[in-house]
């Protein structure tokens, strides 16, 4: 190999290795940006880390300018094919739509500093089928709240009161996890959650809520700030305990499903359905529901309406279409 081959190899590393650098500055400036400026939550961050480091290692880090349609398309097939082409890697299009919304941010917050690359607005996410909602009907959902008076201990209580909050507020596992003890006013029956984004929203308990809260609070012996703990049975005296993570929490709801003979499957997520789902069934405007979900979109929200439809079916038949005498 001769000098000039050489020298033209060495360049285009170190050329390489320039770009690298340009982009994982401005993907660390972006992160700060979306920590310090739009207080976006730890795990946000951490999830727009992840889906921009897959994009750069994919994409061998290129300059912003290099990053054009044609490569985005590209990247868009390698999530379709390349990765769900494994069972272990499968994403689904709700997934790759997360990757391409973190790309598109990272690309606004570029073109807002005046960066060359490619227009944000040129993304466009992936279509998906309507999502559909699991809920809990009537019958099921009674079956699983009355499930833990069976167990007269701690652990009992504890998990009533589990089952009793998540029905009555639809507090999503991770808030429900993290509840402390001095957020929790019971002489109100309400009190205020830090949701998704950082965005505060008010809660409400429900009577069968309050009063498992209560008992549960009232037979603990320990000193955690926490609602939720573990309570280990061979060491019933200690004075402090972890809080329960959210996987402790998806396991106990599951267990209580199984022990209700609730056959589909029912996570954390399902309670919430269920709330959602009741207060559409008694009439609550779709507005209100959004406001007590914390939903930011009303569009989000609206993935439950479908499940008014029996009830529209309902008034259809009864008013719709009958002779006038019918109606008088």
Known sequence: MNFRALGEIVSSVVQYAGMVKVLERYVKEFLEYLEIERGRSDKTVRN????????????????????????????????N????????????????NYHLIALRSFLKYLAK???????????????????????LEPDELKRMLEAPDNDPTIVGARDKAILELLFSTGLRVSE???????????????????????????????????RAVKTYLERRRDVSEHVFVRHDRARKNQASTGALTPRSVQRIVDRYAREAGVTKEV???????????????????????????GHESITTTQVYTHITDKELSRVYKKFHGKPESDQA
């Open 176 to 210: 429900l996890a993290s509840l402390r003890i001095d957020q929790v006013n019971l002489k109100r029956d309400e009190f205020t959650v830090k949701g998704k984004g950082s965005k505060h929203r008010v809660v409400f308990l429900s009577d069968g809520a309050r």
């Open 267 to 293: 996570t954390p997520h399902t309670l919430r359905h269920t709330f959602a789902t009741d207060l559409l069934r008694n009439g609550a405007d779709i507005r209100s529901v959004q406001s007590l979900l």
């Open 48 to 79: 727009y880390q992840f889906y921009l480091s897959r994009f750069a290692d994919w994409a061998q880090s290129p300059a912003p300018q290099d990053i054009t349609l044609d490569l985005v398309r590209r990247y868009r097939l390698h999530l």
């Open 113 to 135: 500093r005046d960066v060359e690359t490619l227009a944000p607005e040129k993304i466009e996410l992936a279509k998906q089928g309507s999502r559909q909602v699991s809920f």
């Open 81 to 96: 094919r390349d990765i769900a082409g494994r069972d272990e890697l499968s994403l689904k299009k709700t997934t790759q």
